[in-house]
């Protein structure tokens, strides 16, 4: 398919879990970004990568919560030791430049319990 | 430092009767604005953007938005709604210069009455 496309789309886990959610971007789009939505809430942003590297990481919560790319394409959300707070709809958007159109995917909606 | 702020958490309206969105920002550099709407169960999609052309920015679905620079506003409007514009909508801001981290509105859900 042409859009980005994320996995998991569900996602329920126990307390203490790890947890690993993948996003495929839009081919040859460069610059990729990792947003957190609660329920009633605007996304909230949590990694920003140029390719490969993680241009701006000021958005991770905590040390529980990293994500790779390492091939510039591809990205891994991974969360360690999941908490009920945890919980929350993790969405994808790849975009062709920084500060271009956000193309997103539907989301991984993450569950622990 | 950019931040943006959806008036309204809930917009109700009649079907046929005009939308107006409310949506001011703050940045510290020249911003780029956006618009995203989210449907139920389905990914967000761009309305339309403004980034330094014509204020009067149109988007799909006879959308509209108009950037002032003097009120720090980006209003959504359309001049009648449809029953399929129920969604919730989202102002997003980039300051360019900045972080290029884009930033949301907490939304806006729209509510569309036959």
């Known amino acids: 398919g042409a859009g980005v496309s994320q996995t998991p789309s569900n996602k329920v886990t126990e307390k203490g879990k790890y947890v690993e959610l993948r996003c495929d971007p839009i081919?040859?789009?460069?610059?990729l970004y990792w947003y957190r939505q609660s329920l009633g809430q605007g996304p909230e942003f949590l990694i920003y990568?140029?390719?490969?590297?993680?241009?701006?990481d000021s958005g991770l919560p905590n040390d529980r919560f990293f994500a790779v790319r390492p091939e510039g394409s591809v990205s891994t959300l991974k969360i360690q030791r999941t908490e009920r707070g945890d919980s929350a709809v993790y969405l994808c958007?790849?975009?062709?430049?920084?500060?271009?159109?956000?193309?997103f995917g539907e989301g991984s909606r993450l569950t622990v319990l | 430092a950019q931040s943006v702020t959806q008036l309204d958490s809930h917009v109700s309206v009649s079907e046929g009767t005009p939308v107006l969105l409310r949506c001011n920002y703050s940045?510290?550099?020249?911003?780029?604005l956006f618009w995203y709407v989210q449907h139920p169960n389905k990914g967000l999609q761009l309305l339309l953007k403004?980034?330094?052309?014509?204020?009067l920015v149109k988007g799909i679905n006879g959308f509209e938005a108009e950037f002032k620079k003097s009120e720090t506003s980006f209003h959504l409007t359309k001049p009648s709604a449809h029953m399929s514009d129920a969604a919730e909508y989202f102002c997003?801001?980039?300051?360019?210069?900045?972080?290029?981290?884009?930033?949301f509105g907490r939304g806006t859900s729209l509510i569309v009455h036959p």
């Open positions: 958007a790849s975009s062709l430049a920084r500060a271009g159109e956000l193309f």
């Open positions: 081919s040859g789009h460069t610059a």
């Open positions: 990568f140029q390719g490969t590297g993680a241009a701006d």
């Open positions: 940045s510290s550099y020249s911003p780029s």
């Open positions: 403004y980034t330094s052309a014509a204020t």
């Open positions: 997003v801001v980039i300051a360019s210069g900045g972080s290029y981290i884009p930033t």
